[in-house]
């Protein structure tokens, strides 16, 4: 494997950064996750506009145009030979001293990994996936705003755990207000009498990639999508439940707390949205081969 590490190619072995990154003594920088179906990376103009509202608003000066980050992240998955794969994009502050300060880092380092993904088991597409309310909350607005897609993922991460000590894969998260945001790595969505509700970026949400064309697909097949509020008890009395985000694509939701979601199967509408996004990322993306 090639690592792209600020313009230079490392063998997996060699590719390192220092221990005085800001990124690793602070979780100070951003990231994307991103898809490469069938020789095109999958909505790269849209990874690559979210990484920088990222970075701008952590006020890092990225190193790179966004042109360049285009280019690098194609060139990365040529020479690694991806058809289909997943990549990991990561932009930190950059190397520092041991304080806080973030002016002592004189540059930013991107890092761009092209490799494979590990994708839930096929069986929990087939049959849907359990899912539990969790204590830790959405970060606050006025915290580490939760759009922003920093390198800081413990809340995400103490969520994930406590998903995974109530025998679930995901969690679903909450605002400090108690309206539902998101799960740990991907958006949320309910769909009741035929028409899609998702909660709002408001809510605590990430402006995932996912859900936009989600919406878009769905938009386009004639349904309604609105995005209020959500409770808990909206969740437990839909017809249909699913997640989405780059990673896991669309996953049916059969049980959210012990309650069985619709008659306990993935959705026909969730299974006619999971396969239009499939027919989708075969066909668009910045290709990678001439
Ligand atoms: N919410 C959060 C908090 C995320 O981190 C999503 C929603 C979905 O957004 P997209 O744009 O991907 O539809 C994410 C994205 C991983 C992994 O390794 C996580 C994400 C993406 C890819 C891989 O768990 N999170």
């Known amino acids: ?15 390192k950064i220092s221990v005085f990154d800001h990124g690793l003594l602070y979780g100070d920088g951003v990231f994307e996750g991103i898809r490469a179906y069938n020789g095109r ?12 509202c990222s970075a701008k608003s952590i ?8 042109a360049e980050i285009m280019r690098a992240v194609v060139e990365t998955c040529r020479r690694n030979k991806v058809r289909d794969g997943y990549i990991r994009l990561v932009v930190t502050r950059g190397v520092g001293t041991l304080g806080l300060n973030p002016n002592r880092c004189k540059r930013g380092s991107v890092i761009i990994i092209a490799g494979k993904i590990q994708l839930y088991p096929p069986e929990l597409y087939e049959r849907g996936m359990e899912i539990v309310t969790v204590p830790t909350t959405r970060n606050l607005h006025n915290a580490v705003n939760p759009a922003i897609k920093s390198l800081n993922y413990l809340n995400n991460i103490l ?40 909660p709002p970026l408001s809510a605590g949400a990430l402006y995932g990639i996912t859900r936009s064309v989600v919406m878009e697909i769905a938009g386009e097949s004639g349904y309604r999508v609105a995005e209020p509020n959500l409770t808990r008890h909206d969740l437990f009395n839909a017809d249909e439940c699913f997640l989405t985000g780059t990673g896991a694509e669309i996953v049916p939701i059969v049980k959210i707390d012990g309650r069985v979601i619709g008659d306990g199967q993935p959705g026909v509408i969730t299974q006619k949205l999971v396969s239009q996004y499939h027919a989708l990322t075969k066909v668009s993306g910045e290709p990678i081969y001439a």
């Open 159 to 198: 969520a994930k755990i406590e998903a995974n000590n109530a025998g679930c894969e995901e969690a679903i998260m909450l605002n400090s207000e108690g309206f539902v945001s998101e799960c740990t790595g991907d958006n949320l969505f309910i769909i009741k009498d035929g028409q899609l509700f998702t």
């Open 41 to 52: 990376v999958f909505k790269l103009k849209e990874h690559i506009d979210r990484l920088f």
């Open 1 to 15: 494997m090639k690592i792209f590490i600020d313009g230079r190619y490392y063998d997996e072995r060699s590719a």
């Open 59 to 66: 006020l890092l000066t990225m190193p790179m145009s966004h």
